[in-house]
């Protein structure tokens, strides 16, 4: 797996590529119908498969003052790309060139000069372009002209709605994080570099692996039963909290504090990934540390049975 600069010109041997279009936050199930479709097309052609997302989200070029929005990191992508059986993962920097670019433009400029795409695959809803101009006939259209096939996969549905990021934010933001998982395939997961804190956990028995959020979605402040990969491939069973810690006293600072069960070692400095997999209960302030530390211990307990 190669990642790509999609301001540059892709290398010889990827040229001719069949390119999943689209964000792809969240890789989520109707993410990957896209992204298998590319990928069978380019073994079946003998091309290379590449996906192709955008940084930052658009959402947050044309929304600057909007919370935290992200599901996955490039980090977390080019993974799950590469998994999917893609060769690249080609990232657009979403910048005020990329924004005002027409449709045409972006199809000229970025899909047949940089890339040399021979086919693009994408989500029936998909739109680009200055002011979203251009929807998948316009993409069609100039594919037609300029020499690249264009397909569209029709959305995911689990039989409710349409699989879609929104309602996995949703979902995590009202501590649901088991139905954001059967919409992503996978539990939401925070990747992050442990950092040093106050080391309040280790004075009370539960020593913790301190995660600052980022640029991910927040989603309810709680405690969560978690597990964790840790950098030597490793995974830990958990209980997390995340939020601001209102017991403590303080200038408040917002977290992801996983403490592993059975673990025993030195995290700092260490990148992790910390998934998110049963809410237990909202964050709450205690009146002592005495009383929070028997809730952390009840709070333990029910994560080991949830996670078995």
């Excluded at 799950?80 to 045409?104: N, Q, R």
């Excluded at 979902?171 to 996978?186: D, S």
């Excluded at 980022?214 to 950098?231: D, M």
């Amino acid at each position: 797996m190669q990642r790509l600069d999609g301001g540059a010109a892709v290398p010889g041997p990827l040229r001719g590529g069949i390119v999943a279009l689209g964000n792809f936050d969240g890789f989520h199930a109707g993410h990957q119908a896209v992204v298998g479709r590319a990928v069978e097309r380019a073994r079946a052609e003998g091309r290379p498969a590449i996906v192709a997302t955008f940084d930052p989200h658009p959402r947050r070029f044309f929304q600057p003052g909007l919370p935290p929005l992200r599901l996955t990191s490039l980090d977390q992508r080019e993974r799950l790309f590469a998994e999917a059986g893609a060769d690249a993962m080609l990232v657009f920097p979403f910048d005020a060139a990329l924004a005002g670019l027409s449709a045409e433009g972006f199809a000229t400029e970025r899909l047949v000069e940089r890339i040399g795409a021979g086919g693009v695959v994408t989500g029936t809803d998909f739109t680009f372009g200055k002011g979203r101009s251009g929807d998948v006939a316009t993409l069609q259209a100039l594919g037609e002209r300029y020499g690249f096939s264009a397909e569209t996969v029709a959305p995911v549905g689990d039989g409710q709605a349409v699989v879609s990021s929104s309602r996995i934010r949703d979902a995590l933001r009202e501590g649901r994080p088991r139905e954001a998982a059967a919409l992503m395939t996978r539990p939401f997961a925070i990747e992050g570099v442990v950092e040093h804190g106050a080391k309040l956990g280790r004075q009370l028995g539960y020593p913790t692996a301190n995660l600052a959020m980022g640029g991910y979605l927040r989603p309810a402040y709680g405690i969560y039963a978690v597990t964790g990969r840790l950098a030597d491939g490793r995974v830990l069973k958990g209980a997390a909290n995340l939020g601001i810690r209102p017991t403590i006293e303080g200038e408040p600072v917002e977290l992801l504090e996983p403490y592993f069960f059975d673990f025993s070692g030195d995290l700092y400095g260490q990148t992790i990934e910390v998934a998110l997999i049963e809410y237990l209960r909202g964050e709450e302030k205690f009146e002592s540390l005495d009383a929070l530390k028997v809730q952390m211990a009840a709070d333990c307990d029910r994560a080991r049975a949830v996670l078995g």
